[in-house]
């Protein structure tokens, strides 16, 4: 019923709305009546495909098989309606990698045009979020191309409550106290909202990176979850809706190296919009220019392409593939 893919280590099930009610979800028919009861079917669903089946969980796995659950299509042609579940039963705005894995099987189902197609994400968050889908080939590889839009900076620009302004670089960032006092290296932040909010803290050597078997340890797990998370699992101290955590570095030219810690998952290998926020807010410090830039995580590098005209970055792309795996 359900299939599992691979985009740079993040791994969703993507399920059709007519599998689960056959299966026993309580699913209403459009995706927009699903985001508005989320919380009558969510939990339900990441339990029947998402679940580790009885005593096949490898040790030392995550609690889920999966970085989360991919829910659609709702229709036969373009523009896709998609639900995005995290594996905590909360819905999001977008994944880069999500939707990479989404247009892939799309493509095997031979749903996606050759000219590519809207992707619709709906949440209970706001409103409905678009991605652009192009498949392409890079360096010989085939995936797609998702057009993020226009990235927003700054505190207003995902709720961020009770932060100061400083500077990185000459440049205009933010110190997030409940993240500085975790680490004396956690000090200078940049938010960035690409259809979904971001938190890239921006380091000066990359040994200061934390690493994910790190983040997946007591009590820096317990601490970064009550700041990504919202309520009820979260405090909502640093943003009502949660936000997601980076950690960035600069490694070379147009090249940065960075950790993920999700809202509604924790600590992962990779994340499409992660590696886009990194992108923005190293382009923000000056630390890259635009053009193409490589964001390096533990699952993979994202090759990202930063447009901009008259000092303003008006399009981040993400590049993506994504396979098929048991």
Known sequence: MTQFYDARGNIYGVVSPEALREAG????????????????????????????????????SKSHRSDGLL???????PPFDVLIVNTDGTLAER???????????????????????L??????????????????????????W???GQPLFGPDSVGARAVESLQFNGRDVSHVQPLAQLDRHWTHSQFVRIGNPHCVTLLGDKTALPTNERMRESPLNEDLTRIAYAMPTGTGQLCPAGINLQWAARESEQRIVARVFERGEG???SS??????????????????????????????????????NGQLLRVSLFGTAHQIA
């Open 119 to 144: 992707l619709r994400v709906h949440h209970d968050k706001g409103a409905m979020v678009e991605t652009s889908v192009k498949p392409a080939e890079v360096d010989g590889i085939q995936g797609f």
């Open 95 to 117: 994944s880069g990698n999500g939707l990479t894995i989404f247009s892939q099987a799309l493509t095997e189902q031979e749903l996606m045009p050759e000219a590519g197609a």
């Open 267 to 269: 600590p992962t290998a």
């Open 25 to 60: 979800v309580d699913l209403p028919a459009s995706a927009c009546a699903c985001a508005s009861s989320r919380p009558t079917w969510s939990h339900a669903a990441i339990k029947l495909c998402c679940d580790w089946p009885a005593g096949e969980r490898p040790p030392n």
């Open 272 to 309: 499409g919009t992660s590696a886009s926020a990194v992108a923005s807010a190293a382009w923000r410090v000056g630390w890259v220019a635009a053009g193409a830039v490589h964001v390096v995580m533990p699952g993979g590098t994202a090759p990202i392409l930063l447009e901009e005209a």
């Open 146 to 148: 998702l057009d993020l």
């Open 71 to 77: 829910i659609g299509p709702f229709q036969t042609s």
